[in-house]
């Protein structure tokens, strides 16, 4: 497994950061580092002073992208987890990296399971006019046309979108 970057993209809800958990522990178990670059994580340091608007969600997804990058040029498995909610910002944070060392996983839920599952009450906050421009039901995610893995997290358990993504690496 050489150095690379696996970009989990979709909705608050969908299961990124779950996934992105289980896949580096399924990564370190095989010898190989990796790290993982969470959304929420990344907006309390690297990103702190970045709001919502759209030039600075594109500001958020380029700053990660570049710290994965450098992750992956040192070696290590990069695993992304945030929203990333345009097409652009995800082509470009791909374009910085050689061929084959992206790759681009929706992780893939309906908007409805991921207003049920609302583990941070974004969805609930929405709803009440608590919260403006939240990704997917008042500000645009533009899902992936042609990601390179697409996980229905509906449909498929942690450890089953694991498996599928570690064939992929």
């Not at 790290?35 to 907006?43: H, Q, S, T």
């Not at 910085?96 to 893939?108: K, Q």
């Not at 009450?121 to 990704?135: E, K, W």
Request: some cysteine.
């Amino acid at each position: 497994m050489t150095g690379q970057v696996v970009w989990l993209t979709g909705l608050s809800g969908a299961g990124k950061s779950t996934i992105a958990r289980a896949l580096e522990q399924a990564v370190r178990v095989r010898g190989h580092g990796v790290y993982v670059l969470d959304g929420d994580a990344m907006r309390t340091g690297l990103c702190a002073g970045l709001g919502f608007s759209a030039s600075d969600r594109s500001e958020n997804v380029r700053r990660v992208g570049e710290v994965a990058r450098i992750l992956a040029e040192a070696g290590l498995v990069a695993i992304c987890a945030l929203i990333s909610p345009t097409a652009a910002d995800r082509a470009r944070v791909r374009a910085r990296l050689p061929p084959g060392r992206f790759l681009e996983i929706y992780i893939n839920a309906p908007l409805a399971v991921c207003e049920q599952r609302d583990p941070k009450g974004l969805y609930a906050r929405a709803s009440r006019g608590d919260l403006q421009q939240l990704t997917g039901v008042s500000a645009p995610y533009e899902a992936p046309v042609a990601p390179d893995l697409e996980l229905r997290t509906d449909r498929c358990s942690p450890a089953a979108c694991v498996a599928a993504i570690l064939d992929r690496l």
